[in-house]
């Protein structure tokens, strides 16, 4: 019996002894090694690509990793288009493409493009730009239609853009906004577009930004470019480059407004001084000029003196609002002006330059909507100097400076200048600093502002002419320069506008 307890004993210590080495041990999980950033390389396709006479109904693609399908509505697309898109599966190494086969058409070439949607499934590098053709009948189609995608109040390539075909003998304008393409592109990084494998027919064209996905326009949030006449698809070697320009369907404006109605400058928006009245009914209002730095000039000589309210303005009596300014030190009264409205009061007055100003609003000057008088104040402010501004001359040649067209000078958001040119010389002064921006558009309908297209009506947006590059204006400088518009290169433009052409000289003077 002894013996028994002894070999027992003897292995619990075992046991308990073993148990303590585990818990003492150090577990270090296994490294990952280096990052495999190679793409998915495809081993095998079933059936091959390019095939005739076949309705495919599945292709199969063996490659050499684990793969996964990323965004298919974004990279997907098929020519032409089926009533039901095919379906694509990832299962381990392999990819599964199906198509309904009732929804093929005879004496077809189809083709299948999925960008960048298969991916390595742990580091998700992408194996790009996959395409399959196949052909339901004896022969490939072999025309092409090419483009570019332009955004018409930037200038710039609009990418991300959806290109869509309808045939042309069965297209009626409704069908933009009811019924699905037949052909599909999407624009790339440049704008450009190209269409491959198409029969050879008459097509009509349209750029859309499709933010629903579904290849139909939505003219209530969507922009959209488009040609007015019908196109031809043809030989590579043959196809010219087409040129959209997109636009909103609703009317916009090229920036936005200013806070007043006639100042083209915005006021900003950070108010100092704040001013609280005591009582119950505490009311506060804010003077945008009230500087911490009263003897620094900080004032815009541009910009009227905002007093910003912080409830309803039922009245005001401007007599008992005063403004001073110091000359050759004796204070004198401002002829100021004063406009409001609800919210605020803007006073007005040529400012000069480098001047200290006084705003005195005395007992009474202004009653709120609840009966609350608004407490009194006295602010002090300092102009700036010329100086701190930059003068600005624009030359414009013929046929701009003409009553159809009208010119803005764009600094931000911020409108400089938005005038119809009647003059060959602009001439703009008190400029802040920074880069700016002069673009003309063609004011066809000489409503002074810029109108974009209807593809309903057919209608193309008026045209932008950008200068050719941003100006950028400097302090104290005085800044000359004629206006160039450069059409976009290696574009063959549709629209007839005679006024693209132009020679002019960039000069900026720095004296």
Known sequence: MKAFFKERIKAVFVVLVLMQLMSCANIVPPTGGDTDTT???????????????????????????????????????????LAFPPTVTAIGKRVEIKLTDSLLKDNT?????LGNAITDNRERTPYSNFTYTFSTGSYFDSMEVKGQVRDMLSGQPDTGMSVVLYHAETFNDSMILSKKPVYLARTDGRGSFRFTGLPQSNFRIFAIADADNNTIYDMTKEHIGFLDSTIVSKQA?????????????????????????????????????????????ALAYSVVADTISKDKGTFELTQPLQIKLNAVLKTLDSAKVFLSYLSSGVEAEASRSITHDTSSLYIRDAWLPETRYT????????????????????????????????????????????????????????????????DSIVTLQLLKPGKCKIIVFHDLNGNGTWDPGNVLVKRQPE??????????????????VDFKYVPAASAHETRA???????????????
Do not use: C
Not at 109 to 113: D, G, L, P, Q, S
Not at 364 to 390: C, H, M
């Open 237 to 281: 070697s043959d196809s010219g480059t087409l040129l959209l320009y997109t636009s909103l369907a609703e009317k916009r404006t090229l920036v936005k407004d200013s806070l007043l109605n006639d100042s083209l400058r915005r006021v900003s928006e950070q108010f100092v001084g704040r001013v609280t009245s005591k009582g119950k009914n």
């Open 497 to 511: 506008h005679s006024e693209r052409e132009k020679n002019g000289k960039f000069k900026m003077s720095e004296e």
């Open 39 to 81: 793409p998915p390389k495809l081993l095998s396709m079933s059936p091959e690509d390019s095939v005739l006479n076949q309705r495919v109904k599945k292709i199969v693609l063996h490659f050499n990793k684990f793969v996964e399908v990323r965004d298919l509505d974004k990279h997907l697309t098929l020519s032409p288009l």
């Open 109 to 113: 070439t189809y083709k299948i493009a």
């Open 463 to 480: 045209f932008v002419f950008q200068h050719e590059s941003e100006v950028i204006l400097k302090a104290g400088w005085e800044h000359e």
């Open 359 to 422: 705003l005195r609003l005395v007992k009474g000057w202004a009653i709120d909507s609840s009966g609350n008088e608004l407490p009194p104040g006295r602010y002090q402010f300092v102009t700036k100097s010329l100086d701190d501004y930059a003068k600005f001359q624009i030359r414009v040649g013929k046929p701009y400076s003409d009553s159809q067209h009208v010119m803005l000078v764009i600094q931000d958001k911020d409108t400089l200048y938005h005038q119809t040119l009647k």
